[in-house]
C-alpha cells in the first residue's frame, strides 16, 4: 500500500507538471490539448501514460509561449553629406625663351605665371559648379620666332585656354595670329611692340605700357633731362629693340637733339668694337640701346675700354639686376627705363614680393606683369562663368581688374590703359628710381 501510494505520489507530480503545461501552453491543434488531459486524469489506470506525457512535453515544450521582443528601433540615417564638387583641370600656356642668353628673363616670367597659378589655385576657384584645378604649361621659345610659332601651335593643340606670353616683340607677333585663328586669348606681360595691339586681333593683350610710350619718356629724358643734344642710337635688329629704338629717335628729334648715328648689331652678338669705335668718331652726349641686358652689359664694358664719355641710356630689357652683373663697374650712372611701376611702388605688390622672393629668388623685370596676366585670364572666366575662350574672351576686354601692378583695363586695341614708365638710374650696383610717368593706382 505505502509503495502505491508512494508511485501515486510520483505520478500525482508529473501530472501537476502535465497539467500546468496544458493550463499555460496554448497548442496549435485543441484535439492533441483534449488527448493528453485525458491521459493526464486517467494516470493511476495507465501509469505509463507519464511517461509518454514526459516525452510529449520534452517535444512541444513547457511554460508559456515568450512573446517576440520588439525589434530595436533603426538608428535614423545619418545627414547625407554633400556631393562633392567635380575638378575640372584648366591649361594655361606660358610662352617665353627659357634657353639662352636671356633665359633668366624667361624664367622670372614663368615663375611669375606659377605663383599666381598657385594663388588662384589655393582659393579653390568655382566656375559653372565645378572646382577648378588651374594647370601652367610653359614653353621655350628661344627667344626665336619660328620656334614662338610653333610652341604657339603646339599649345592650341593641347588646348590651352588662354596664354601669357610671349616675353619678347619678335615672338610675341607671329604667334598672335596662331592663337587668334584658334580664338585663344593672349596676354602679354612684357611684349612692347606696338605692332602686336595693331593687327586688329580680338585676343591680344598686354598689361604693361607700349614703346611708342616707353619711346616718347627715354628720348624726351636723353634730352630734357640729360642734357643731351648729340645722341647715338644702336639696335639689335629684333622687333622689340628696334621698334624701341624707332620711338625713341622720334622722341629726341622732337625734344631737339640730334641722331649723329644710328647702328645695328644682333641679339646673340658680343662683340661691338667696330660699331662703337665708328660712334666714338661722332663724339655723342648720349648712346641708346635698343636691346637686351645680354648685349648690354658687354657693350658697357667695351665703351668704357674704348675711353667712350658719353652716357648711356636702355629701355626695359637692359634695365635689369643682370646688366649690373655683365658689366660690373660700367654699370654705375646707366640711365634706363621700365615699363611699369618699381617694384617697391607697386599698389598691391608687396606679397608678392615677398612670396615670389621667398620662393624663386630675385625679381628680375615682368614677373609682377606675368602674375597679373595670369590672374586677368581667370578673372575672365569667373566673370563669364565658364572656361570655354569662346564664351570668356569678350569678359577681357571688359576688365576692370586690381592687380599686384596696379589697376588693369584694356583700351579697343589691347593695349593697357595709362601704362607707367619708370626712369632708374643704377648706383652702387642698383636700381634707384628717378621718376614715373602715367600709370593708375589700384583701387584697393
Keep these: 500500500m505505502l509503495r502505491w501510494l508512494a508511485g501515486r505520489s510520483r505520478n500525482d507530480m508529473h501530472v501537476d507538471k502535465v497539467l500546468m503545461c496544458l493550463d499555460n501552453r496554448p497548442f ?70 627659357l634657353t639662352g642668353p636671356i633665359a633668366h628673363l624667361g624664367k622670372d616670367n614663368e615663375n611669375g605665371a606659377r605663383l599666381a597659378v598657385d594663388d588662384a589655385n ?30 604657339a601651335q603646339k599649345l592650341v593643340d593641347a588646348k590651352v585656354a588662354g596664354v601669357v606670353g610671349h616675353l619678347n616683340s619678335g615672338t610675341t607677333i607671329p604667334a598672335s595670329a596662331i592663337y587668334n585663328q584658334a580664338g585663344v586669348p593672349q596676354i602679354s606681360p612684357s611684349a612692347t611692340n606696338p605692332k602686336y595691339t595693331q593687327q586688329g586681333f580680338n585676343t591680344t593683350f598686354r598689361v604693361m605700357a607700349n614703346d611708342i610710350q616707353q619711346g616718347s619718356v627715354v628720348g624726351t629724358y636723353a ?20 621698334g624701341l629704338a624707332d620711338e625713341v629717335e622720334k622722341a629726341a628729334k622732337a625734344a631737339g637733339a640730334t641722331v649723329v648715328a644710328r647702328e645695328f648689331t644682333n641679339d646673340k652678338a658680343t662683340d661691338f668694337k667696330a660699331i662703337l669705335t665708328k660712334i666714338k668718331a661722332k663724339n655723342p652726349d648720349v648712346i641708346f640701346l635698343g636691346g ?69 629668388g630675385q625679381i628680375q623685370i615682368y614677373s609682377p606683369y606675368s602674375y597679373d596676366a595670369v590672374m586677368v585670364l581667370v578673372d575672365s572666366m569667373k566673370r563669364a562663368n565658364s572656361t570655354d575662350p569662346v564664351k570668356y574672351l569678350p569678359e577681357v576686354g571688359k576688365t576692370s581688374y586690381d592687380g599686384v601692378t596696379g589697376k588693369i583695363e ?23 628710381t628717378l621718376k614715373t610717368e602715367g600709370g593708375t593706382a589700384s583701387a584697393k
Design 292 to 360: 637686351m641686358d645680354a648685349v648690354g652689359g658687354p657693350m658697357l664694358k667695351q665703351m668704357r675700354e674704348l675711353g667712350i664719355k658719353a652716357k648711356f641710356t636702355t629701355g626695359d630689357g637692359g634695365c635689369t639686376p643682370e646688366l649690373v652683373k655683365l658689366a660690373g663697374a660700367a654699370s654705375e650712372g646707366v640711365i634706363c627705363t621700365q615699363a611699369g611701376l618699381p617694384v617697391d611702388k607697386l599698389p598691391n605688390g608687396q606679397k608678392f614680393v615677398e612670396d615670389f622672393t621667398k620662393k624663386y
Design 223 to 242: 634730352v630734357k633731362d640729360m642734357g643731351a643734344k648729340k645722341v647715338a642710337i644702336i639696335d639689335d635688329r629684333t622687333a622689340y629693340g628696334q
Design 28 to 97: 496549435a491543434d485543441p484535439l492533441q490539448t483534449q488527448f493528453l488531459e485525458i491521459k493526464a486524469m486517467n494516470h493511476v489506470r495507465m501509469p505509463g501514460v507519464v511517461v509518454v506525457l514526459a516525452a510529449s512535453l520534452a517535444i512541444v515544450g513547457c511554460g508559456k509561449k515568450e512573446e517576440p521582443k520588439a525589434a530595436a528601433p533603426a538608428p535614423a540615417p545619418a545627414a547625407a553629406a554633400p556631393a562633392a564638387k567635380p575638378e575640372v583641370v584648366v591649361k594655361i600656356g606660358h610662352v617665353a625663351p
Design 410 to 432: 584694356f583700351d579697343e586695341k589691347g593695349d593697357i590703359k595709362n601704362g607707367a614708365i619708370t626712369v632708374f638710374e643704377i648706383k652702387d650696383g642698383k636700381l634707384a
Design 122 to 151: 589655393a582659393k579653390k576657384v568655382e566656375i559653372d559648379g565645378k572646382v577648378i584645378k588651374f594647370e601652367l604649361l610653359g614653353e621655350d621659345d628661344q627667344a626665336d620666332p619660328k620656334t614662338g610659332t610653333v610652341v
